[in-house]
């Protein structure tokens, strides 16, 4: 055999040689992975999570959750929903617990705006998209603060919405405790203080905005003091009933909404005491011939002198008087 045909031959049989060796490391690669996940996963460095596709009319919202659903619609939602439609499916999943019912199968504590999307689409025509959730199981409590966390920084919970929450929350899981609470969820208590304020605004004021999502907590810090005189509490709940009134006739679609700056302003001016205007400072004097006597009555108005006097008066006295006034007039 030629050495040039040795050499030839050498380069197949390199070749056959050659796919053993990449599986071989590959099969190697595949193996530092799955031990180097196992040991994560030992180590409690990795956490995996079991995520499911479902129908969304197998969950219901949970009965205090923080977002109000019934506000949901599609213009309010329409960012997410545009959103799942161009990605093709819904990104980040919902949290949710499992529950015994005979109708529903899981309880949303995050991921009502995500539910409202997906159930919108599927009654529009897209019937592909399905709910993506995450399972985990939890107390009420913790159901609180997860939907606190999550929602906290988000502006599309308003703050009343966020403020009833908190309020039923200080009595139901922490005893009327507000430090505690505070400490749970890691904010200042002046902070927490000031949305427990709102939400204990009377009715009037709430229904004077055009909606719960117009009521912004720094309204409660103007108007608080307000409510917390007598004196001024009672005006500024009876303009605010009046404001209400213009409100829902502008939500039963007749003309427009009162601004909430305006509300505002309104209520305030409302606790203002009434401004009276002062008496009029007559310029008037009495000339009479004697202490005793009524005499004569004048009064001037810019460049005019009224005199008055009483009919029985005698025309002696009348005379007398005259001449006071004359002698008071021109004596200057």
């Excluded at 180590?43 to 019934?70: F, I, Q």
Aim: net charge neutral.
């Amino acid at each position: 055999m030629s050495k040039k045909h040795d050499a030839l031959f050498d380069d197949v049989l390199s070749d056959f040689d050659a796919p053993a060796s990449v599986p071989r490391e590959r099969e190697s690669a595949r193996f530092l992975k799955r031990s180097t996940t196992i040991n994560d996963r030992l180590s409690g460095e990795l956490e995996e999570k079991t995520l499911r596709w479902v129908d969304p009319s197998e969950c219901r919202m949970w009965e205090r959750h923080n977002r109000d659903y019934a506000l949901l619609n599609e213009e309010n939602c329409r960012d997410m929903i545009d959103g799942i439609r161009a990605q093709g499916r819904q990104e980040f999943p919902a949290v949710v617990r499992p529950i015994d019912d005979p109708v529903f199968k899981y309880e949303v504590i995050c991921g009502a705006r995500r539910h409202f999307a997906i159930s919108w689409l599927r009654a529009n025509n897209y019937t592909q998209f399905k709910y993506l959730i995450e399972t985990r199981e939890m107390s009420d409590e913790e159901a609180f603060r997860l939907a606190d966390i999550e929602n906290r920084e988000r502006e599309d919970i308003s703050d009343y919405e966020r403020a009833i929450d908190y309020a039923d929350a200080i009595s139901r899981y922490y005893g009327g405790k507000q430090k505690a609470m505070a400490e749970r969820l890691e904010v200042s208590q002046p902070w927490l203080s000031r949305y427990l304020g709102l939400a204990s605004l009377p009715e009037q004021i709430v229904s004077a905005f055009p909606t719960i999502r117009d009521l912004k907590e720094r309204h409660a810090r103007d108007l608080k003091p307000l409510l917390a005189r007598y004196a001024t509490a009672d005006p500024v709940l009876a303009e605010a009933a009046q404001i209400s009134a213009l409100q829902q006739t502008a939500r039963n679609g007749r003309g427009p909404f009162m601004d909430p700056a305006d509300v505002v302003k309104r209520l305030r001016k409302a606790a203002e005491p009434p401004k009276v205007k002062p008496a009029k400072t007559l310029d008037e004097t009495r000339h009479a011939r004697s202490s005793g006597e009524k005499g004569i009555v004048a009064r001037k108005k810019g460049r005019t002198f009224t005199l008055e006097f009483e009919d029985s008066l005698s025309e002696a006295s009348l005379r007398a008087a005259f001449d006071v006034f004359l002698k008071a007039r021109y004596a200057k």
